[in-house]
C-alpha cells in the first residue's frame, strides 16, 4: 500500500469578476466543491469583488496597503477565475495584479475562463502575457466554458458539460507539478543555495 505523502499546497483561487450579478458566482461554488476532494490542496478564495484596491493608491512595484498581499504571499501557486468582457480580462483582475509584485513570484498560475463562444480564451491568452512580467509562471492546461450561463440548473448551480471535470483535474495535476518544483526553488533560494 503507498500513501501519498507530498505536502499540502496553498492555492489561491482569484475570482476575477466584480459584476453584481455575476457568472462567477455559481462557477466559483461549482471549484469550490470540484476541488474539495483533492487532498493536497488547501484553496483560498480571494473573491476581488470584496477587495478594495484603490486606482489612485498604486504606485510603480505594488501598492502599499494591499489587504490581500499575505494571502498571496503564503500561496504556492494560483487558479484564476477570469470572465472575458469585449475580447480581454477584467479591470478589476489586472488592477489587482498590478497592485503587487513579489508575492506573484516565481509561482505557478493556472486559469479557468468563461464567456460567449470562446469560453474566454482571449481573456486566458492575454493574462499569460501579463503574469510573466511579474515573475510569475502560467501552466499550459486551461479549463475554458463557453456560455455557462447556459448551464445553470434549477437550483442556479453550474452543471459542466461531459469532460470538463477531467479537465479541471488534468489541469489542476499540471499546477500541482509546477507548486511543488517551484516551491523546492523558492526554499533553495532563501538557504542561498545555488
Known sequence: MTTDTSPVLRIALIVG???SPRMADPLTA???AELAGLAWLELDV???ATVRLPLEQLGPGGGPDSPIA???AEADGFLVLTPEYNHSFPAAL???IDWHFAEWARKPVAFVGY???SGGIRAVEQLRAVFPEVRATTIREAVLLPMPWERLGAGGGFEPAAGTRDALLAMM???RWWAESLRAGRARDAMGVG
Open 46 to 48: 480571494i473573491d476581488l
Open 173 to 175: 495535476d499540471e499546477l
Open 17 to 19: 469578476s466584480v459584476r
Open 70 to 72: 499575505d494571502r498571496l
Open 115 to 117: 464567456g460567449a463562444g
Open 30 to 32: 461549482w471549484l469550490r
Open 94 to 96: 489586472k488592477n489587482a
